[in-house]
């Protein structure tokens, strides 16, 4: 139902500016005049909008998850880029020129101007260039921090560009009605950039936190946790993330979304478990106790809070653990009646973290490559391990937490699926948008 | 029919929304420039 309000709402905040031109109107032209021209508001109206989904508002991807908010920004980036690809080669056989006395609205002729369409031709040429270099981030290997650098001035330089373009070389943008809902839409976009890297970082300042400990969980896994300095810390749930910030400016982008793996009711104090991944997470052991941390969250709708299921099972591969350690934690510590099991995934038995804690519960591990002497399950998690672990009326009544890599869920999911499991019996969140 | 949506995986759901998506703002095009 949430999904359905998420793709009606943005269809309506898409679409307003071309009904809006609909409704404005001007002399008829022909079919494909307006077909570009329809493209072109089309694009725009997307590209304003991708920033209010690019993964901070809570607001927007609650209930969708933000891992959904963010793959739906990326997909709809591409459509949008088709789009404004396309506008500009529609025109054919259209009269062009400089700006002629009878028809000082550009309703029947495009403009050749070049100040009127230097802002656009910029545009056409950057928003292919930001879109491929999301697409290709990974490939590209240049630093996260970089990337969101390049992306944010990128994207905020197309809006600039486009919004020109389309006040000085539109058909439609150039009237006064459609000139201010364009305003107002760009307000809106760079607005939201405004939140993100001002506001927010100003509300974080305020609230510091320090590092407590930081501990070597397995060869390349770290245990992170940090403590209030002078307040009385953040509201969370089990399974929710936050974006951290450790050791920088409250201003800096140099911040990471990182779940967390403490339970709420273990007090303020919260833990991250975190895997040298990328630029930051490898420069985790020069991070010493005491070192200043800014929290911006929590995010996420892995949580099992007010759930009525019987039992939960948590299923996770690697660092996936971090949220569903949250939440087995929470459950524990509340004294929740709820029966648990756990599958956790590794490659190899150095990878498992939290070994004590987790032999206390009823605990299956799996390791992809087993050391000679390992007694347990072996390979990946997949549909047999599950019919292992769970037997016909617990697919059907629990709860399904999946956190790993997409592969893992996608396979886990579509078994649940296939056994009865109903579809808003399994929570899951990616990490990795690609 | 929301049976069958209901107890679609997530990214099934994800990649109909999407292409259902696509396939309105194009026919939406096409009423824009058709009027």
């Given amino acids: 139902m949430k999904q359905f309000v998420f793709i009606t709402v943005y269809l309506v905040a898409v679409t307003l500016p071309l009904i809006l031109s609909w409704i404005v109107g001007g002399p008829p032209r022909s079919f494909w005049q307006e077909f570009a021209s329809g493209l072109g508001i089309l694009a725009f109206s997307m590209i304003l909008i991708e920033f209010v989904l690019s993964g901070r508002f809570k607001s927007v991807s609650n209930g969708i998850g933000m891992d959904v908010t963010m793959r739906f920004h990326q997909f709809m980036a591409r459509t949008a880029l088709v789009f404004a690809l396309l506008h500009p080669l529609l025109y054919q056989a259209t009269p062009v020129g400089g700006q002629r006395p009878w028809d000082i609205s550009r309703q029947l002729t495009i403009t050749t101007d070049f100040s009127d369409l230097v802002s656009g031709i910029a545009a056409y040429l950057l928003l292919p260039s930001l879109v491929l270099l999301a697409i290709g981030r990974t490939q590209l290997d240049y630093k996260y921090e970089t990337w969101r650098l390049i992306h944010g001035v990128g994207a905020l330089m197309i809006a600039l560009l486009l919004l020109h373009h389309t006040i000085y070389a539109g058909r439609y943008g150039g009237q006064a009605v459609m000139m201010w809902f364009w305003l107002a839409m760009t307000g809106v976009a760079v607005g939201s950039l405004l939140y993100v890297y001002l506001l927010v970082p100003i509300l974080d300042k305020a609230r510091p936190w320090r590092v407590k400990t930081i501990t070597r969980l397995t060869p390349k896994q770290w245990e992170v946790t940090v403590v209030p300095d002078g307040h009385a810390g953040l509201s969370y749930k089990a399974g929710q993330f936050v974006w951290l910030n450790l050791g920088h400016s409250s201003f800096s982008i140099r911040e990471n979304p990182f779940s967390i793996s403490s339970a709420p009711a273990a007090g303020p104090q919260m833990s991250f478990m975190i895997k040298e991944l990328g630029d930051f997470t490898r420069t985790l052991d020069q991070i010493k106790p005491g070192t200043r941390a800014y929290l911006d969250g929590p995010y996420g709708h892995l949580c099992v809070d007010g759930r009525t299921e019987p039992g939960v099972a948590l299923i996770a591969g690697g660092v996936g653990l971090a949220p569903l350690l949250g939440i087995l934690r929470q459950l524990r510590l509340t004294g929740d009646p709820r029966a648990v099991k756990v599958i956790y995934g590794n490659r190899t038995d150095k990878q498992i973290a939290y070994r004590a804690e987790l032999d206390a519960e009823d605990v299956t591990y799996v390791l992809s490559e087993p050391p000679a002497d390992w007694c347990g399950e072996t390979g990946f998690i997949d549909g047999p391990l599950i019919d292992r672990v769970f037997p016909d009326e617990e697919c059907r009544d629990w709860i399904f937490v999946l956190c790993g890599p997409a592969i893992m869920m996608d396979i886990v999911e579509d078994h649940l699926l296939d056994r009865g499991t109903p579809a808003d019996h399994i929570l899951s969140e990616r990490f990795d948008y690609g | ?35």
């Fill in chain 2, 1 to 35: 029919m929301a049976n069958r949506l209901q107890q679609m995986s997530l990214r099934k759901r994800f990649t109909l929304a999407i292409w259902t998506l696509n396939a309105v703002l194009v026919l939406l095009l096409l009423a824009f420039a058709l009027r």
